[in-house]
Structure formats: structure tokens, C-alpha cells
């Protein structure tokens, strides 16, 4: 939709979270014109990107009483994207090589994604709009405003009212657990990827890893420097399936997933092997989780679908005062926040228009049912894939930004083949030079 000026409004927005989405978008809103408040319960900025040696006091994470820990990086975390794709368009993640604290490898340490996510937030100013350790506990709306109740660290409660909200609180905290048969009676220890953090704990200790993706691949490896032995469950592998897989302890193996846990401690997988093992390992994904918001059954959470949702980011009935950065998964993440803030903040304005609420809803009605006859369950909608650049270069039409860059295309679609391939080595082996001169001569004509 065409912008006309004197459409131009500027709006009074929360931002719930400082992590990567939270301050692209805070910086996007204040661009357009907006006055933001970010909250975030941490100290700092960069979300999940904060390393803790803690872990949740459940290590399944079940305990609703639990003490919850934000972060789910583990101590081992290096980034399983180049870090030429993985930055905002305008501030390229590029080693820092004339400062000998940081990490240049083109796959770096979790330390150095905080450590970007921190100049980026010094570059444009965006700690001023931060209120850091306030975690907002209800956000809901009245008379066609917001209401943020929030606390501070020590226990102070604010109550203020705002024209929109944008949510950006991260969906990596809430662990799904795996169901297993016979689970409850099984004797071992068993933990959640998000509360995974060195291997030691494991020393001399069979271990079966549920997941065989990015986190199981790493995480199986990660224990097996130390475990006796270590089996991966994998549910996407045929129903046969036993191999070993190559690292130098000699003591790494990929089943099909398990069949039974027993009482006498074993499991037993579909292929008919049976192990005794010590702990079991949920490297199974996260579940969206919004304790705070009370949308009085506007929105819903279904077999993990996040309904409904116009393109992933706007309830229609609230739109577009209500929006969601960062739902989609399996995406390139850093330029999906950058460009559904952009999104958001323009329709914000009035820049940019949204359809009715009826067209929205119809638009996701056929999504769903495009999904249907997919085939593609429920709890994988957000889940884009193949379809991610079609998606982001959709909504940089619509905000009239500039699309995602072909060769951070080819780098993410060649670096995830590496990744299946050759988990072990794809970090620090690669094939793709031709791309990574490209992005590097793009950052040099954009004088980044
Ligand atoms: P988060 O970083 O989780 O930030 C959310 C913020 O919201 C947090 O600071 C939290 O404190 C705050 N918050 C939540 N609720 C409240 C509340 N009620 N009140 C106040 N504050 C609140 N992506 C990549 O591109 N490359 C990678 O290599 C990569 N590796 C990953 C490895 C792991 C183990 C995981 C789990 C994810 C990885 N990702 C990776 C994906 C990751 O989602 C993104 O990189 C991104 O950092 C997520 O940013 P976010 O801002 O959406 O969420």
C-alpha cells in the first residue's frame, strides 16, 4: 500500500524483551517515529545470548514452581550459521580482528554473538529505552489500549498504559519433553537440552540423546568426550536405522527413536537395540509460552501453533496494536526480526496498511489448509524452511525495504547441507568462499 504523510502517526509501544528481536525492533520503532519502553528481566541485553553456568532447579523443566533460567546456550555453543548471514543488514556481524578478546572464526562462540548483539545495542542507543531487570507480568487490553503491569528486581510494580505492544520475549525456554513409553517407571537421571551446559556432569555415564538436530547433533558430541557411551534417538531416521558415527572416542551411535524405557533401567529402541542407560538427554525443541499476555481468547496456543496469526506476526481482532517478532523458526533469524520490525513499525505509523480483519483471516484459514494437504502437522506451522525467503521477501515488498540478499540465501541453504552432512566439521570446513567474498564486497559497497 502506497505511504501518503499525512497518514504518519507516532505511537507509544512496549517492547517485552532485549534480546536480538527486541532491539531491532526498538531501534526500527524509534526510526519510524514511535516512543518505545523495552522490559527485559535480565541485567543486560542479547537474551538468550547471556551464558549462565545455572540451569533451571527441574532439569526437565516440568516443575511450574521451578526457578527458571532464560538462557538455553550451553558452554560449547559456537553458531551453526557463517556469521556474514547471521547479522542485521545494516551492521554486518564481521570479526572484530584488531581486538584480541573476540572470537573472528566465520562460526564463532556464543560470546561473540553477546558481544555483536551489545555494539549493536551501543551503535544505535537502544540501552536509553531498556528498563533492564522489570519482567512484565500481565499485558492485556483496554479501551483500545494496552495495559503493562510490570516488577522490578526489587519487587516495585508499574502499571502504564501503551497504543501497542510487540512482543519479543524468545520461545527457547519452555522445553518440550518427549513422551516415552514406559518413562515413569524407568530409574535414570533425565534433563532438557535447555538446561545443558558442560559435558562433566556425564563423565563415565551411557547417555541417550532424544534429537538428532542442530542441539543433539551438537550436544551428543559434546557428552561423548567424555561419556562411556552415548546413543542418539532419532525420530526422523528409518525405523532400522544403527549406525556409529565418526569421532575419536570411537563411542557415538544414531538409532531409530525409542520404543520402551523399562524398569530395569534399559531402553529399547525401534531397531531393536536395547542399551542400559544412565540419563536421558531431551534434545526435543521448545513450546511458545506468553505467561504474561491476557488476550481474553483472542489468541490461543494449539499443538504449538501461536493462532491466529496473520503472516506470524499480527492477531488480526487486535491488530495491529499487538505483534509477535521472531515466531517463525528454521528461518534466518537476525533478518527476520530486522524485517517484520521494519513490518510492524511502519504499519505502526500508518505508513503501511493492512488488509481487513476478515481478509487476514481468511488468509490464514488457507495457510492452514495449505498445511493440511501438506501434510505438515500442527505444531510445525511456524516452522518456514523452503519457504523462508518467499516469506521475507513478502513482507520487505510490503514495508518497502530492500530483500534478503541471495548470497545470504545460498550461504544459509549451503551451510544447513554442510551442517546435515558433516555436523562434526561444517564449523571450521566449508566450500563456500565464492559466497562469503560476495557478502563481504556487499558490506564493502554498502560502506558497512
Ligand atoms: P531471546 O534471545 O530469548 O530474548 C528474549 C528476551 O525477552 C530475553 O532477554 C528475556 O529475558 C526477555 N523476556 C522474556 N519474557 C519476559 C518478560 N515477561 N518480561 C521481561 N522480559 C522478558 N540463531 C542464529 O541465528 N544462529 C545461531 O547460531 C543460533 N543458535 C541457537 C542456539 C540455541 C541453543 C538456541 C536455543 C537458539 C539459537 N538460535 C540461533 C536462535 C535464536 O532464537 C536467535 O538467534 C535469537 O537470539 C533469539 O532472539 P529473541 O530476541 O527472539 O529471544
Known amino acids: 500500500m502506497a505511504p501518503t504523510q499525512n497518514t504518519i502517526c507516532s505511537k507509544h509501544v512496549a517492547v517485552i524483551g532485549a534480546g536480538a528481536a527486541g532491539l531491532v525492533t526498538a531501534r526500527e520503532l ?44 550451553y558452554e560449547s555453543l559456537r553458531t551453526n550459521l557463517p556469521r556474514e548471514c547471521m547479522g542485521f543488514t545494516d551492521f554486518p556481524f564481521v570479526p572484530r580482528i584488531h581486538d584480541i578478546s573476540r572470537d573472528s572464526r566465520r562460526y564463532p562462540s556464543h560470546r561473540e554473538v553477546l558481544a555483536y548483539l551489545q555494539d549493536f545495542a551501543r551503535e544505535f542507543k537502544i540501552e536509553e529505552m ?30 502504564e498504559i501503551f497504543d501497542a505492544v510487540v512482543v519479543c520475549s524468545g520461545h527457547f525456554t519452555e522445553p518440550n519433553v518427549a513422551h516415552i513409553p514406559g518413562i515413569k517407571s524407568w530409574p535414570g537421571k533425565q534433563i532438557h537440552s535447555h538446561n545443558y551446559r558442560v559435558p562433566g556432569p556425564f563423565n563415565n555415564e551411557v547417555v541417550v540423546v ?12 559434546d557428552i561423548a568426550k567424555v561419556a562411556k557411551e552415548v546413543h542418539i534417538a532419532s525420530r526422523a531416521s528409518e525405523s532400522d536405522t544403527y549406525q556409529k558415527l565418526p569421532v575419536p572416542q570411537n563411542n557415538l551411535w544414531v538409532h531409530s527413536e525409542i ?31 506468553f505467561p504474561f ?65 476478515d481478509k487476514m483471516m481468511e ?15 500442527k505444531r510445525h506451522t511456524h516452522k518456514l524452511g523452503k519457504i523462508s525467503c518467499e516469506y521475507l521477501n513478502w513482507i520487505a515488498e510490503e514495508c518497502h525495504c530492500s530483500p534478503v540478499e541471495n548470497w545470504r ?40
Not at 210 to 221: C, K
Not at 261 to 277: C, E, P, R, T
Open 30 to 73: 524509534r526510526r519510524e517515529g514511535h516512543t518505545v519502553v523495552v522490559f527485559d528481566r535480565e541485567k543486560q541485553v542479547g537474551g538468550l545470548w547471556n551464558y549462565s553456568s545455572k540451569a533451571d532447579s527441574d532439569p526437565l523443566s516440568l516443575d511450574t514452581t521451578r526457578n527458571i533460567v532464560h538462557t538455553s546456550i
Open 130 to 159: 531498556v528498563r533492564f531487570e522489570t519482567e512484565v507480568v500481565c499485558v492485556e487490553p483496554v479501551n483500545g489500549k494496552w495495559s503493562v503491569r510490570s516488577k522490578n528486581s526489587v519487587g516495585f510494580a508499574a502499571h
Open 210 to 221: 532424544i534429537g538428532n538436530y542442530a542441539s543433539g547433533a551438537d550436544i551428543s558430541r
Open 259 to 289: 520404543d520402551f524405557a523399562h524398569q530395569d533401567g534399559s531402553i529399547l529402541f525401534k531397531n531393536g537395540k536395547v542399551v542400559y542407560a544412565d540419563t536421558i538427554v531431551h534434545c526435543t525443541g521448545y513450546k511458545y509460552y
Open 293 to 357: 499476555l491476557e488476550t481474553n481468547g483472542y489468541i490461543n496456543i494449539n499443538e504449538n501453533r501461536v493462532e491466529p496469526l496473520y503472516k506470524h506476526v499480527f492477531l488480526p481482532a487486535l491488530a495491529p496494536s499487538l505483534s509477535f517478532i521472531g515466531l517463525p523458526g528454521m528461518a534466518i533469524q537476525f533478518v527476520m526480526f530486522e524485517i517484520q520490525s521494519k513490518w510492524v513499525a511502519a504499519v505502526l505509523s500508518g505508513r503501511v496498511i493492512l488488509p481487513s480483519q
Open 363 to 377: 488468509d490464514i484459514i488457507e495457510w492452514y489448509a495449505t498445511l493440511d494437504v501438506l501434510g505438515i502437522p
Open 409 to 448: 540465501i545460498q550461504e544459509v541453504e549451503r551451510g544447513f547441507q554442510r551442517m546435515v552432512s558433516h555436523p562434526e566439521i561444517y564449523r571450521d570446513e566449508w566450500d563456500d568462499d565464492d559466497l562469503m567474498e560476495e557478502a563481504y564486497k556487499d558490506f564493502a559497497r554498502k560502506k558497512l
